[in-house]
Structures are given as structure tokens and as C-alpha cells.
């Protein structure tokens, strides 16, 4: 950063300590803080970014990012950071940027979170850490924002001039990651950091997990993400693709392979469908594979990209968390799609995506159907879908979630006509990778039990994470469950050298 | 001379026009691979995940075998790829192991490419004690593949071609149904073109004998992930390349699998047809 960011600030401190007002390094205080409005995200034109897979946003630029840091109050008890599962040390990372120190207010983020880019750019901000900052109710500091940012400004920067990345060398015991998602990725990289020996064994091709084959490329640009991912390797992380644990190889095998411990950060991969007539009609995909031909596959770039995609005209996605949004957003951007719905059995407030998300997904054009169920899929002779049998519901008592039941209004059955349909109503775990572990405990829900404090499951040495453990959850909360994994694998082989 | 390494084409042989054999390096699937299970595998860097049967594998070499049909843009892209050169991605062994038992007589019946997909499964049969009897069909002489490779695992083997080129005329449900009359049929497996599959399934309902067959619907990663393999079983949604790929072939919804099997085709024309535009010496050939 530069001096004349610095423009409006440095005056007299000793007339700042004369009022008891704290002063941060560019000569502001609190009031002059309080004054500057949160600033708004740069973004491409709704019609302009239908017609394309590039960022929706493109990022604070370096004077936004300086304005919208002075805004933080640099609190003594931040609570911002109890709202981050990561616990990222917000407001240090914040006054780098005031000082113009992009490279530490990066290593800040790095320090708590192996993946800022990403996180900056798709936790739902105002859930977790903006919800507790103490300007929460004024318009929180754009932490997220900033993270993304400071990520993305070294990334570009390292890009250009790669940093001497020192290869730890590792001098404790080998310890195997299985699944190169969030969880996987952070529980690694702490762990090489720590000096040990880790290999990530990953199915698919690629590593990323959902932020590769779930998210599109328009809210996580793969050049951002690939260098994310990258930096691991770069640290010393062997990271092994196309293993699929429990087939390809065995916790047996890894055992005898001296591998002391394991951390299954296998993810909630599995579709749900909805389990009603018609589901296996031509046209019906889950979401999971309907965002993995499109993202991983690259099915947007067909035939230049092998794997193609069918989509028509009238394409619905049914549900209403973040994958709903990315499926209905996707199909926005196929050629040829006119209209693009989302139905869901309850409403808006209920809508478990982030609220950028379903904000962005109405300034495309989606057609939202709020209070509608689908109860059957109508095709023809062929076994292509020509629709949608719903029925319109009201909400109800509140069930154990706390959110409202929606209940079906008798006789309001109707029909949509569609010939696409994409199921996005939840993920479950996939159970390939825990049930080759035997003695390995699962709950009914098809989740890995593990015990809270140390993340160790009821096989020692075998620690999971994230959504394999809580299930379809978010990227922030696998990233924490990634570092307290690491930290209590540590443990765990530092208490198994001392009796041994 | 120097290692082979993982992925590496090590052995390249055309069985026919548009069938090959290879031999890849994939040291641990070779040491796990069962009968009946598969690979998925990518040719180059934006290609699609194709699942290929593993034909046979030999732990020691670290090597296993694929035989395939060129049928569109990937396996033609894979026919080009020359012993020494390397399959970008192979992931594997996935699926099921087909359940080998001794029943008594088992018969096999293979249709197409289907015949590859079976050897392994014969050989493991026999030595399961079986008595192992094999059917294998074709439209013509020229399309059959690894006759004698099944007739080395066999028992016996009867050869039948749609246009009596070789072996007797006709389809190989026919002799099949006489293996049914005659009480010498205690369990039946079947793998080839769908439609040949169901009418297996057809001629063994009836006098209730045990048939598996293995199912080849569309799919993406292979493990369980993504629902593209979806094929209903008894009413009962089941994902093939977990599940499977063998089911009972009593339960099988073959007609929605067929249907759901034609779902890209318009997209498969297009992608072989600018491939085949690109390397016009093969479109020649065939194709
Ligand atoms: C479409 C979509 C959009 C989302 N949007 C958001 C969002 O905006 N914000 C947010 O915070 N969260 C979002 N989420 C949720 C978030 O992505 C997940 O909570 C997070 O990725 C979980 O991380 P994980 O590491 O636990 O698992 P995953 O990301 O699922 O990774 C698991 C990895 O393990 C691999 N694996 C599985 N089984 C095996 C095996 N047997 N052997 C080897 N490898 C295996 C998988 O291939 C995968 O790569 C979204 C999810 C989806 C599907
Ligand atoms: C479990 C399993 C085992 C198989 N084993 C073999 C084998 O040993 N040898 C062999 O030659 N073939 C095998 N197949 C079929 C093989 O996967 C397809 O021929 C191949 O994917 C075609 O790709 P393509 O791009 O060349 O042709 P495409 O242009 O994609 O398609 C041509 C034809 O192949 C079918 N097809 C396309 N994609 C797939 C897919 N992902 N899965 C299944 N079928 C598809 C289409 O319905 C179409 O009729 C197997 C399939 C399955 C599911
Ligand atoms: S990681 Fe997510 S929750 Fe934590 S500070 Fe960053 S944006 Fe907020
Ligand atoms: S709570 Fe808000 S204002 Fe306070 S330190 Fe955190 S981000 Fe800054
Ligand atoms: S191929 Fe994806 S679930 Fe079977």
C-alpha cells in the first residue's frame, strides 16, 4: 500500500490521548469511523453476468479496502471472532491493511484459515462473523470482503513473483487425510506445519471437494481457487488424486503403511432425492451431478470440455439452500434456457442459502415459487420429463428445527411444465470411506460420531470432520473442525511417543 | 530400460476394427481389482470419466487389463493413445465384486463387448468348482472378441451370430432357453447391449433361475456421489456403481434404463462427429 492512502490521517496523537480517544494507525477515532458508510461490492451487471461463468463480483479495489478497513474499531474484545468458527484474528488482519501491510494482514488470515480466499468469498458473513461484529446493527465492517481482498491481492501478487515457499521438512510420523475438501485441506495443511509427514488421498481427479465440483466458477473463480489449493502442495502436503479410500486403498494397508493417524474429512456427497414418482426420468438430475458436469467437468464448455449436460428451457431446481441457488444460477447461464425456477415448500425466511446468494439468484431472473411441493414428475413415452405435479403448502407449528411445517393445502394441486429438473434438497454422507473402517461408529443419520473435544472417532487414531461429521454444513465451520482435528492429533501421537 | 509408471499404456493390441485390448500400469487397483469390478478412467486433461471393466489384473506386474469398443469421442480418443503414453486419470477398483459361489452350472451369457466384461468372472466361476458354460453372441464373425480367451476358462462355450457367419445362426437366447428346458441351468450371468440382457432376463423368470446382470448405465464419478447411474431394481432406486454393477436381472426396470442410456445421445454424435472431423483418417475406418 501506499503513502497517499495514508492521506487523511496521520495528525498530532498527543491531542487524541488528550480526549481518551484510541487512535488507530491511520490517525482516525471511533467517530470518524463510525461516519464512513460500509461500502458496497463491485459486481457485474445482472443481464451482463447471465451470459457468462465469470466472477459475479470483482472485488474491492485497494482504496475500497482501505475505507471499508477503517470502519473497524479495532474492539478489545472483538466479537467478531466468536462468530468465526476459525476464529480468524479479524481485527489484526484489518489494521494490516491500515498500515499497508497486505503481506502480514495475509499471513494473519493464513495463520487461522488455510483457505481466506474462498472464505472471504462464500461464508455466510452475515450468519457467522459480521452477525457478532459490534457494528452488526449499523452495517457490519465487510470482513468478508476484506478477506477475499487481502487473499486474492497476494495471490495475484505471488503469482507474478512466487514467494520462496520453505518445503517443511517433515520429522514426525505420517499421518493420512482422506478427502481433499476444506476439512482435508486445513486439517493438512496444519498438520505439515506442524512436521508431519501428510498425504491427502482424494477420489476424484481433482482436489477442492465441493469447492470444486459443487460451487460454480462465477462465485469462485478456479485460478483463485487453484492457487489456494496449491499453496499446500507447496508447503510439503503430498496430496494423491483419484484414491478412493476404502476401494483403492485400506485403513489397513496405511497402517502397515506406517501411517499413525487419520483424519476422514470425506465430506456429505451423497444426493437426496425426493422419492416421488417420476425421479428417474431422463432430464432429472440431482444437483451433485448436474454441478459436477457443469464445474469439474467443465460441461459449460462443451464440446470443447468432453462431458456434456442437458438442459432446456424450463429448468427447476427444488430447494433452497446455497447448492439450490448455484443450480438455479448455473442453468441461468446455459445457452438456450429461457426460464430458470426455484421451488421450495417453504418460504424466503426460511431459505437456508446465504442471503447474498438468493439475492443474486433474484436479480438473474429466477422465478421463485415459495409454499410448493412437488409431488410428482410427469413424463413422455420416452421417459423425458414434460413436468412438475406440486401442491401448495402453508406453514404450520414448528417442528424440531424450530422452523415452521409446511403443511399441504388440500386441492391446490397444479403444474408446472418443465424439461429439466435438478433435486437439490440435501446431502448425506457417503459411506464408502467409514464403512471399510471397521468398528468405525456412525449415528442414524449416516454421520460419523465423533467425540466434540477432540474430534477422535470411536477407533483410535481416526479423526474426522465437517461434513461427514455434522453433516451438509459450511465450508468455515470444515476449516475449524480441519485445525481442531490437527491440534488434537498432535496430541494424540505426542501422548503415544510418550508412552511408548 | 526404464520403469513403467503409473497410468502407462504397456501393452497395445486391435482385437477387431473398433475393439482393443490394453494393458495400464495401476500397481494398487491391479493388487485389489475382483471380477466384476470396474475403473473409471480420463484420457487426457478435459475428458469425461469413462467406466471400463477391468478385464483381468495381474498384482504382480502392477498391470490390468481393459478391452473396449470405440463407440464415441472418449474411447476413440483412447484408441490413439500408443503403448508408452499415459491415461491422464485411472481410478479404481469400483463397484461390487460379482459374488462367486459354486452353484453347480453356471452359465454366462455375453453379448458384444459384454464377452470382455465377463472373462474375468468365468475364470473365477470355474474355479469356484463350477461347470461353466458360456454363450457368447454377435451380429457378425468380425464383431465377436476373446472367443478363445472364454473358451480357455469355459467349460463349454457355444458361439452364436445374427447372421450365421459363425457358430450357430441366431440369438443367444435361443440355446440359452434349451439350457433352461434341460434343467442344467442353476445360475445365469449376463453382460452385453441392454436389450440383450432383458431378454435374458426373460427366458430364466420363468423356471425361476438365479440371474445377475451387469448393468452399464452413464456415470460420472463412480462413487456414489453424483446419482447418474440410477437404475430402479425392484422398484427401488438403487446407484449402479455402488450398488453394482451386477443386479438381479429379475428386478430390473430395463426399459427405463435403456431410455435413460439415450439421454446424451445427441451430444455423443456431436462430440465423436467434430472428433472424426479432426482425425479424418479414422473417420474413414469407421466410426
Ligand atoms: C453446491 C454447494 C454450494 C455450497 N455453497 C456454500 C457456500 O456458499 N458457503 C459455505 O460456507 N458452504 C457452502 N456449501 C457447503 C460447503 O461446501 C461444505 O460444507 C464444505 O465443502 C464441507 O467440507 P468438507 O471438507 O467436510 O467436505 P467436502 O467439501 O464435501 O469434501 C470431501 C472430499 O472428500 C472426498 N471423498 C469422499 N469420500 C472419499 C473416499 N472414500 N476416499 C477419498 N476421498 C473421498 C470427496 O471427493 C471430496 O473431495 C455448499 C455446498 C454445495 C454442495
Ligand atoms: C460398469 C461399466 C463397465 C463398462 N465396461 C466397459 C468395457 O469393459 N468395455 C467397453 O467398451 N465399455 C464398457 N462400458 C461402457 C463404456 O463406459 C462406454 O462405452 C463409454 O463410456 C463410451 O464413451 P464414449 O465417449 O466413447 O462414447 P459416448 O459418445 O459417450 O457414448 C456412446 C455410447 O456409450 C454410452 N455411454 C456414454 N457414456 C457412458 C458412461 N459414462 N457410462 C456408460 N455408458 C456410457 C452411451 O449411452 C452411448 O450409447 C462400461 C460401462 C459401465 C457402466
Ligand atoms: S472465515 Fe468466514 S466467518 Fe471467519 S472471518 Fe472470514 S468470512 Fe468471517
Ligand atoms: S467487532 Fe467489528 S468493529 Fe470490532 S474489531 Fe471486529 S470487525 Fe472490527
Ligand atoms: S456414477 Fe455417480 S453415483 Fe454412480
Redesign the pocket.
Known sequence: MTEEHKGKTAENTETSEKKKEKVGPDGLTKRDRLKIKRHAMPEQAPEERITNFLSVVHGYTLEMAYEEAQRCLDCPRPKCIDGCPAEVDIPAFIMEILKGDLEESYRILKADNALPAVCGR???QEEQCELTCLLAKKGPVAIGRLEQFVAEYMLDKYEKEPPKVEKIIPTKEKVAV???????ITAAADLVKMGYEVTI????HK?????NY??PPF?MPRRILDAELGSIEQMGVDVRCN????KTITHEELLEDGYKAFFL?????LPTFMGIPGENANGVYS?NEY?TRVNLMEAWDFPNADTPVFVGKNVVTTGAG??AM?SARVSRRMPGVEKSYIVYRRTRNEAPA?NE?IEHAEQEGIIFKYLTQPIEILRDDKNWITGMRCIKMELGEPDDSGRRRPVPIPDSEFEIECDTLLVAIG?RP?P??MRSIPGLEISKWGTIVVDDETMMTSVPGVFA????VVG???????VGHGKQAARAVDAYLAEQRGGS | MTEPKPNEIVFKKRLSENTLRIEVVAPLIAKKAQPGQFVIIRVHSRGERIPLTIADADAERGVITLIYQEVGKSTYALGELEKGEFLHDVVGPLGHATPIEKYGNAIIVAGGLGTAEMYPIARALRAAGNHVITIVGARRKDLLVMVEEMESVSDEIIVTTDDGSFGRKGVVTVPLKELVEEGRADFVITCGPTIMMKFVAEATREAGVPTLASLNPIMVDG?G?CGACRVSIGGKTRFACVDGPDFNAHEVDFEELMMRQKTFCDFERKSLDLWLEEHPERAQSGG
Open positions: 462464500v461464508c455466510p482422506i478427502g481433499a475438501g476444506p476439512a482435508g488421498f482424494e477420489a476424484l482436489p477442492g471437494g465441493v469447492l459443487g460451487i462465485r484414491m478412493v479410500f476404502g474429512g470425506t465430506g456429505a456427497g444437483a454441478l446455497n447448492t448455484d446465504r446468494e446431502q457417503n464408502i470411506a470432520g465437517g461434513d461427514a451438509a454444513s459450511t465450508v468455515i465451520l470444515a | 462413487t456421489m
